[in-house]
């Protein structure tokens, strides 16, 4: 996708994770804010329901900032060019091995980037991997708690498996 690309040269570019987040929720806004994105909700009335319904699974298995901010673009991009197009999309970030600080409380660099995307597109799944974070807590020997809205799968790299056999389209963050 070509907005896709105009983020990660952004990022490559020199601006951070934080600012093209912040570019692409600006972008939505403009396009027509929430109401654009709940366009291509599934849960719209048979009649206004979109064509074609996607389904994406983004893996998020780094602890880079620029990486996990890829991801978050990701979602956003798909969002609008699904909604442009009237289609419906589902999307499910998974965080697995080093990629479980984004959805980390007490360490993920963008928490105001996720509560902004959760407001801008409250149908993205934030999922973060329970043996990750097992042997995280075990490692600094501490509980670790999620970010709002994010939920615990047993195994991440299982739950993509899982989203892939079903017909989900992969995306590697």
């Known amino acids: 996708m070509e907005e896709t690309g105009q983020l990660g040269r952004k990022a490559q570019a020199g601006m951070t994770p934080a600012r093209c987040i912040a570019?692409?929720?600006?972008?939505?806004?403009?396009?027509?804010?929430?109401?654009?994105?709940?366009?291509?909700?599934?849960?719209?009335?048979?009649?206004?329901?979109p064509a074609k319904q996607?389904?994406?699974?983004i893996l998020?298995?780094?602890?880079?900032?620029?990486?996990?901010?890829?991801?978050?673009?990701?979602?956003?991009n798909l969002t609008r060019a699904y909604?442009?197009?009237?289609?419906?999309?589902?999307?499910?970030?998974?965080?697995?091995?080093?990629?479980i600080r984004l959805f980390r409380d007490d360490t993920s660099p963008l928490q105001k980037e996720l509560a902004a995307v959760r407001q801008m597109a409250p149908d993205?799944?934030?999922?973060?991997?329970?043996?990750?974070?097992?042997?995280?807590?075990?490692?600094?020997?501490?509980?670790i708690g999620l970010v709002p809205d994010a939920r615990l799968v047993p195994f991440g790299i299982g739950r993509v498996a899982q989203l892939e056999e079903a017909g989900w389209a992969y995306i590697h963050g």
């Open 23 to 49: 570019a692409g929720l600006a972008v939505i806004l403009l396009a027509g804010g929430p109401a654009a994105v709940a366009a291509s909700k599934p849960a719209q009335a048979a009649a206004s329901r």
């Open 83 to 99: 909604a442009a197009k009237h289609e419906a999309v589902r999307i499910e970030i998974v965080a697995n091995g080093s990629g």
């Open 124 to 143: 993205i799944v934030f999922s973060m991997c329970d043996s990750s974070r097992q042997i995280a807590q075990e490692r600094e020997g501490h509980p």
């Open 54 to 57: 996607h389904r994406v699974v």
């Open 60 to 76: 998020i298995d780094s602890d880079d900032e620029r990486v996990m901010g890829h991801a978050i673009s990701y979602s956003l």
